[in-house]
C-alpha cells in the first residue's frame, strides 16, 4: 500500500488537530506514517487512528548544528526508505527539515504554514538565515496551505513565496459535532481559561500578571491555565513560575489534556494573549461551543475574533491592557455574554467547519497523484 507521511513537531500536534486529516487520507486507500517527536501521543496515533508512528529524534527549542544535522539526516533516511507518495509537513522545522529531505529525494511534497512562530517573531542572524532557506525550500513545494492572510501578506511581501501554489485555509478547521453548544456557568464568578501550550510567546505570563491584578482587586473570578509543561521551545514557561502561581492563589494550572471541553465547559471566556498565531485553534473550540475569547490584535487572533461580536481585543505583550478586558467581560451581563457566544458559534458554522480543511488536503494529494 501507498504511504502519506505527516510530519510535525510534536505527536500531541498530529493527533489533536490533525486527526480528521488522517481519517480522510486513509478513506483515500492508503497507509498514514507520521513522522514526529515521542510523546505521551505517539502510541495514540498507531492505536486509536490506526498509522505507524516513527519517533524523530528532535529537540524543538535546539539550535545546534549537530544535533539539527542528526534530525535532517534521520528524516531523509527515512523518507529514503519509504518513498512515499506525499508529504504533508506542519511546523516550521518540519516545514524545513521535511521539504529539504523530500527535494534531496525529488519527493512531492506540501508545507503547512501554521503561523510564523520563533523565527518570525524574534530577530537575529540565525533567525534571518533560517527565514532564507525557509523561502528556497517553499519554492520547491508542490503546494502551500496558509492559515490568515496576514502570514501569507508577510511571505509575500518577502519573497518567500515564488510562484508555488497556495490555498488559504480557516486554521485547522473545527468539528462542530464534536464541539456542541454548552450553557454558560451558573453564578456570579466569572470562570477565564487559557488553553495552550506553555510558552513565553503564547502570552502565559501576561496571562497570569493580569490574573493577579484581578485577585487583587477582589474581583469574582477564576482564572484556569490548561496546557503542556516541559515543551522543548525557546520561550518555555518554566514549571517553577507554574508552582509560584499557584501558589500565590491567583491561577489554577489544570495540567494538560487531550479533551479540552469539560474545561470549557465551565468555563465563560476563552484568553489568548498570544504574540502571533496562524490561526488558533483552541479560539475556534471555544467559539464552536459558544465560549467568546479575549485574544490579542496580533495577525491570527484578529482573524479568529471579530472584536465586539465574537470576542474582544488586548494589547499584545500587555498585562495591563488584558486586566482591563477582562475587567470588562466581568462587567457585562450574562445575557451580554450568551449573546457573544451565540455569535461566535454561528461564525464557526458559517466559515470554520474542518470539512472545508480536509477537503483541500485531499484535492491536493489526488491532485498530485492523478486522482481528480
Known amino acids: 500500500m501507498q504511504s502519506v507521511f505527516l510530519t510535525s513537531n510534536t505527536s500531541w500536534y498530529l493527533y489533536n488537530f490533525r486527526k480528521s486529516t488522517i481519517r480522510a487520507i486513509q478513506a483515500q486507500g492508503y497507509s498514514v506514517v507520521c513522522l514526529s517527536p515521542l510523546d505521551d501521543f505517539s502510541l495514540r496515533l498507531e492505536t486509536e487512528l490506526g498509522v505507524k508512528h516513527i519517533a524523530l529524534p528532535m529537540v524543538g527549542k535546539s539550535t545546534g548544528v549537530v544535533q539539527e544535522l542528526k534530525s535532517l539526516l534521520f528524516i531523509w533516511r527515512t523518507f529514503r526508505r519509504y518513498r512515499p507518495v506525499f508529504v504533508f509537513n506542519f511546523t516550521i522545522k518540519l516545514n524545513l527539515y521535511g521539504g529539504l529531505a523530500c527535494i534531496l529525494l525529488r519527493l512531492p511534497f506540501a508545507n503547512n504554514i501554521s503561523g510564523l512562530g520563533t523565527a518570525f517573531i524574534h530577530d537575529s542572524w540565525l533567525f534571518r538565515r533560517v527565514r532564507q532557506v525557509y523561502s528556497w525550500v517553499n519554492r520547491h513545494a508542490r503546494h502551500l496551505f496558509f492559515q490568515n492572510e496576514e502570514d501569507l501578506a508577510v511571505f509575500r511581501d518577502t519573497g518567500l513565496l515564488g510562484a508555488t501554489p497556495l490555498t488559504l485555509l480557516p486554521g485547522s478547521g473545527v468539528d462542530l459535532e464534536h464541539f456542541g453548544v454548552q450553557p454558560l456557568p451558573e453564578g456570579d464568578q466569572v470562570t477565564f481559561v ?179
Open 194 to 372: 487559557m488553553i495552550a501550550r506553555l510558552l513565553g510567546d503564547k502570552g502565559v505570563r501576561e496571562y497570569a500578571g493580569a490574573c493577579r491584578l484581578l485577585k487583587a482587586q477582589g474581583l469574582p473570578v477564576r482564572c484556569l491555565l490548561v496546557g503542556p509543561l516541559g515543551v522543548s521551545n525557546h520561550s518555555a514557561i518554566t514549571e517553577e513560575e507554574v508552582v509560584a502561581w499557584q501558589g500565590a492563589g491567583f491561577l489554577e494550572y489544570r495540567g494538560a489534556t487531550d479533551d479540552v471541553r469539560p474545561v470549557l465547559s465551565e468555563s465563560h471566556v476563552l484568553v489568548l494573549p498570544s504574540y502571533r498565531e496562524g490561526m488558533p485553534r483552541t479560539v475556534l473550540e471555544a467559539a464552536a461551543m459558544g465560549r467568546p475569547a479575549i485574544v490579542t490584535d496580533v495577525p491570527g487572533c484578529r482573524q479568529a475574533v471579530v472584536a465586539g461580536e465574537t470576542g474582544w481585543f488586548c494589547q499584545v505583550r500587555d498585562e495591563q491592557s488584558l486586566a482591563e478586558q477582562m475587567i470588562a467581560v466581568i462587567g457585562m451581563g450574562a445575557g451580554q455574554l450568551q449573546a457573544v457566544g451565540e455569535a461566535a458559534r454561528k461564525r464557526m458554522e458559517c466559515t470554520f467547519s474542518e470539512k472545508v480543511v480536509v477537503g483541500a488536503y485531499i484535492s491536493c494529494l489526488n491532485g498530485i497523484n492523478g486522482k481528480d
